[in-house]
């Protein structure tokens, strides 16, 4: 079943492919690149000729980008990050591919140069991005099915009614694929590493935590999971005691290890290895806006995602009633087994609501002028898992029916409002998608043949550069 569902998303993949934008323009998407061409290139993290790159063509003109990236420098002189190095780690073996093709053509093509900016290492990131998201889906389908069954169509529903396809294929630079694919990556290594706490998979589990974390600062806040659930193994003595303190320890120096070419770039940028100072100051721990970062009805992760309350509710559920998955287990089993799943349940829930408490410490919670709230992109998989549990318990056709239908009207009101988005339907900064519903379920059907066939021909009449100001 697992091979089956990865075959689809592989085909799926392909097919899609001429979606996918090669395209940089923000300016957190420049930073994240800058990390990968400078360390491919120049062999540091010094950002001022990636940051002039990108300014001299207009692409990323205004005032704020050179007053910020081009006159600011942090404590070493550097210019300025607020990115984190592990998307330019993931996207390396695709920008390796991008640097070849580049190489074979720049002597035939004048457009095309050996110099990390050119048309193949932009969509080198761009494809790189793309197939994570695809990865983060396959690894969320394996997750799902260790716990409660298969998940190819909530996988699906998940890929179509949430911001990571909008992160994927629209604006693949930045680094929320990355990010669910490393969280999906790190959820599964922990599922499998529990089962023994061997030294080995206490390895994978502190690297892969390393890398969660190299990807985006905040998904740090993932590890509570596995804590929670070592700490219980480590109280409940099923496991020797031994073997659970050694695979913690193992798991910690693995982290560690795993996060030193984070703590190096920002011992070399910041002159100290933790993030920059610009970013702390913007963090207030009693989390002021946690239920807004929920509920706002012009920035709210459920308006903007009504499927994920679908999917929470999903794994609340699942605390309450979690069968063992349709896998070979003894009667004997059976209890410990559900005991189990409904613990981890718990785990997954924290691990959200831990999500919702960083993001809603953050003063700019908003995420105003970005597509939905991108800040839950990471947690994919968990959202996968969520709706799989009603999946699983919609067991007659109508049943299914009617969860189909949800589905489909989640990801029609996520495509709904990422169309408007594209096409500056609604103003990027006073973001309210639920006065855009009439447009999303009415006007745009009408207007959608006319969008794709814009979308594939003339994908760049959606972008406005503005040259420099002199």
């Given at each position: 079943?697992?091979?089956?569902?990865?075959?689809?998303?592989?085909?799926?993949?392909?097919?899609?492919?001429?979606?996918?934008?090669?395209?940089?323009?923000?300016?957190?998407?420049?930073?994240?690149?800058?990390?990968?061409?400078?360390?491919?290139?120049?062999?540091?993290?010094?950002?001022?000729?990636?940051?002039?790159?990108?300014?001299?063509?207009?692409?990323?003109?205004?005032p704020g980008f050179h007053e910020t990236f081009l006159e600011r420098t942090t404590e070493t002189g550097r210019r300025i990050n607020f990115g984190t190095i592990?998307?330019?780690?993931?996207?390396?073996?695709?920008?390796?591919?991008?640097?070849?093709?580049?190489?074979?053509?720049?002597?035939?093509?004048?457009?095309?140069?050996?110099?990390?900016?050119?048309?193949?290492?932009?969509?080198?990131?761009?494809?790189?991005?793309?197939?994570?998201?695809?990865?983060?889906?396959?690894?969320?389908?394996?997750?799902?099915?260790?716990?409660?069954?298969?998940?190819?169509?909530?996988?699906?529903?998940?890929?179509?009614?949430?911001?990571?396809?909008?992160?994927?294929?629209?604006?693949?630079?930045?680094?929320?694929?990355?990010?669910?694919?490393?969280?999906?990556?790190?959820?599964?290594?922990?599922?499998?590493?529990?089962?023994?706490?061997?030294?080995?998979?206490?390895?994978?589990?502190?690297?892969?935590?390393?890398?969660?974390?190299?990807?985006?600062?905040?998904?740090?806040?993932?590890?509570?999971?596995?804590?929670?659930?070592?700490?219980?193994?480590?109280?409940?003595?099923?496991?020797?005691?031994?073997?659970?303190?050694?695979?913690?320890?193992?798991?910690?120096?693995?982290?560690?290890?795993?996060?030193?070419?984070?703590?190096?770039?920002?011992?070399?940028?910041?002159?100290?290895?933790?993030?920059?100072?610009?970013?702390?100051?913007?963090?207030?721990?009693?989390?002021?806006?946690?239920?807004?970062?929920?509920?706002?009805?012009?920035?709210?992760?459920?308006?903007?995602?009504?499927?994920?309350?679908?999917?929470?509710?999903?794994?609340?559920?699942?605390?309450?009633?979690?069968?063992?998955?349709?896998?070979?287990?003894?009667?004997?089993?059976?209890?410990?087994?559900?005991?189990?799943?409904?613990?981890?349940?718990?785990?997954?829930?924290?691990?959200?609501?831990?999500?919702?408490?960083?993001?809603?410490?953050?003063?700019?919670?908003?995420?105003?002028?970005?597509?939905?709230?991108?800040?839950?992109?990471?947690?994919?998989?968990?959202?996968?898992?969520?709706?799989?549990?009603?999946?699983?318990?919609?067991?007659?056709?109508?049943?299914?029916?009617?969860?189909?239908?949800?589905?489909?009207?989640?990801?029609?009101?996520?495509?709904?409002?990422?169309?408007?988005?594209?096409?500056?339907?609604?103003?990027?900064?006073?973001?309210?998608?639920?006065?855009?519903?009439?447009?999303?379920?009415?006007?745009?059907?009408?207007?959608?043949?006319?969008?794709?066939?814009?979308?594939?021909?003339?994908?760049?009449?959606?972008?406005?550069?503005?040259?420099?100001?002199?």
């Amino acid at each position: 079943m697992e091979r089956r569902a990865g075959l689809l998303l592989a085909l799926l993949f392909v097919v899609t492919l001429p979606a996918v934008t090669p395209r940089i323009y923000a300016s957190d998407e420049i930073q994240y690149f800058a990390y990968l061409r400078s360390l491919w290139f120049d062999r540091d993290v010094s950002f001022e000729n990636e940051y002039r790159w990108f300014y001299d063509r207009g692409i990323a003109a205004s005032p704020g980008f050179h007053e910020t990236f081009l006159e600011r420098t942090t404590e070493t002189g550097r210019r300025i990050n607020f990115g984190t190095i592990g998307s330019a780690l993931l996207w390396a073996p695709f920008y390796a591919v991008g640097d070849l093709v580049a190489r074979a053509r720049a002597g035939h093509d004048p457009a095309v140069a050996v110099d990390g900016f050119s048309a193949p290492y932009i969509a080198a990131v761009a494809y790189g991005s793309a197939a994570y998201g695809m990865l983060a889906l396959w690894l969320s389908i394996r997750i799902a099915r260790r716990l409660v069954g298969p998940a190819l169509a909530p996988a699906l529903a998940v890929l179509c009614g949430t911001p990571l396809v909008f992160y994927m294929y629209v604006a693949p630079p930045m680094s929320h694929a990355c990010s669910a694919f490393a969280v999906a990556l790190f959820t599964l290594t922990w599922l499998r590493a529990r089962e023994t706490w061997s030294p080995g998979w206490a390895v994978a589990l502190g690297l892969s935590g390393a890398l969660m974390a190299m990807v985006r600062e905040q998904d740090l806040f993932f590890v509570a999971g596995p804590a929670l659930d070592w700490l219980r193994t480590l109280a409940l003595a099923r496991t020797p005691r031994a073997t659970v303190v050694r695979a913690g320890v193992v798991g910690a120096l693995s982290a560690a290890a795993g996060f030193v070419p984070q703590a190096l770039a920002y011992l070399s940028l910041n002159g100290y290895m933790f993030p920059s100072r610009l970013v702390t100051r913007k963090m207030t721990w009693t989390a002021p806006h946690a239920l807004d970062v929920l509920t706002s009805t012009s920035h709210g992760f459920l308006v903007w995602t009504p499927l994920a309350a679908l999917a929470i509710l999903g794994l609340a559920w699942m605390v309450l009633t979690a069968d063992p998955p349709a896998t070979p287990f003894s009667v004997d089993d059976r209890p410990r087994r559900r005991q189990d799943v409904r613990w981890i349940a718990v785990c997954l829930l924290a691990m959200v609501a831990l999500q919702v408490y960083v993001a809603g410490s953050v003063e700019s919670w908003t995420v105003a002028g970005a597509f939905g709230q991108r800040r839950f992109v990471a947690v994919s998989a968990l959202l996968t898992v969520g709706l799989s549990v009603w999946w699983a318990h919609a067991r007659t056709r109508a049943a299914r029916r009617v969860l189909v239908a949800a589905f489909m009207l989640g990801a029609w009101w996520n495509l709904g409002l990422i169309v408007q988005f594209g096409m500056r339907l609604m103003d990027r900064q006073r973001l309210e998608p639920a006065r855009n519903a009439y447009t999303s379920f009415v006007e745009l059907p009408r207007m959608l043949p006319g969008i794709a066939a814009r979308y594939f021909g003339e994908r760049d009449s959606f972008y406005e550069q503005t040259p420099p100001t002199p």
